[in-house]
């Protein structure tokens, strides 16, 4: 069993930066892939990024490729989702997910989530 929390939303003024974090029960962290996804009300859940266990594989959905960068640090269990240049449509819940296969940009893949941090970006 993996327990995540995230931490790091807030309120934040369009053109800001927030850095999110998810810590993870430390048990065999690195054999999990870990992604970062977020949910808008009335949306589905929208793949962000992914890392995998090593953190040499890591991959970005194109609206925030260049945007947002997702890092690892095994010895702390703990993953991050740095967000640069917000806007008001990056408004949303922001979950983190681990995975024992892999990476995955797909929601349904992966085994344990996080209860999830509010991210909100006024104009």
């Known amino acids: 069993q993996v327990q995540l929390v995230e931490s790091g939303g807030g309120l934040v003024q369009a053109g800001g930066s927030l850095r999110l974090s998810c810590a993870a029960s430390p048990r065999a962290f690195s054999k999990y892939a870990m992604g970062w996804f977020r949910q808008a009300p009335g949306t589905e859940r929208e793949f962000l990024a992914t890392i995998s266990g090593g953190g040499s594989s890591i991959y970005y959905a194109d609206s925030v490729e260049g945007r947002f960068t997702i890092s690892r640090d095994n010895a702390k269990a703990t993953v991050y989702l740095q967000m640069n240049s917000l806007t008001p449509e990056d408004t949303a819940h922001y979950y983190c997910?681990?995975?024992?296969?892999?990476?995955?940009?797909?929601?349904?893949?992966?085994?344990?989530w996080g209860q999830g941090t509010m991210v909100t970006v006024s104009s």
């Open positions: 997910a681990a995975r024992f296969r892999g990476t995955s940009t797909a929601a349904a893949l992966y085994d344990y």
